[in-house]
């Protein structure tokens, strides 16, 4: 499953070079029925990163999740529960991606906090702060861009761990029904996307 959106986003990154868009696809009558998704995708809500588009999968292939910061809360969980029990959908990916402005804001809280941020933002950067924090005390906080990067695979690789470990039902799926739930990281610059290890 992972190779199939492994494929897609090559197909994707040719379309880019080719100068070539991608066809719109309208829904087979079968998904006004019902949905079949081979894979979950808890994504950013960043306007530059669509799922579908990226994957190049065709509507109906992909349950998406969309989130700044691609963080993890209840509501994602239970989504991503849903989605499992529903259709069992065994592929789970959080795609992170580079140039993130909710990682941006979390690094700047940090560094400089201010103090009449909104409450609603300030809870996705609160979901953002423990995976980045850490980093601040290396050397990378001397080269912003080196820590933006590391910081987006440090946030993808926490919200991997929350799903694998913050509900029991997904941590059953893993354990005992083949569930995987792996992270990713989309480039704005280039179109492609690296599937994180560990």
């Known amino acids: 499953m992972i190779q199939r959106l492994q494929d ?3 197909e994707f ?3 880019l070079s080719n100068g070539e868009t991608l066809a719109e696809r309208a829904p087979p009558a079968e998904l006004v029925q019902e949905q079949k998704p081979f894979a979950i995708i808890l994504g950013c809500s960043d306007a530059r990163v669509p799922a579908e588009i990226v994957f190049n999968q065709a509507i109906g292939d992909l349950f998406v999740i969309r989130v700044a910061g691609n963080i993890v809360a209840r509501s994602q969980i239970g989504s991503v529960e849903f989605a499992a029990s529903a259709f069992g959908t065994r592929l789970v990916v959080v795609l992170g991606h580079t140039k993130c402005g909710a990682i941006g804001a979390t690094l700047s809280e940090l560094q400089q906090p201010t103090e009449n941020q909104s409450p609603n933002l300030r809870s996705i950067v609160d979901r953002v702060r423990p995976s980045v924090a850490e980093l601040l005390e290396t050397d990378l906080r001397h080269d912003h861009d080196a820590l933006a ?9 926490r919200s991997v761990d929350q799903l694998r470990h913050g509900s029991d039902i997904l941590e059953d799926m893993v354990q005992s029904d083949g569930m995987k739930i792996v992270g990713a990281e ?7 996307v690296s599937f994180l290890e560990g």
Do not use: H, P
Request: proline share 0%.
């Open 8 to 10: 897609g986003n090559a």
């Open 13 to 15: 990154v040719a379309s």
């Open 149 to 157: 990067a590391a910081a987006v695979r440090a946030n993808v690789r």
């Open 186 to 192: 989309y480039s704005v610059e280039t179109g492609r």
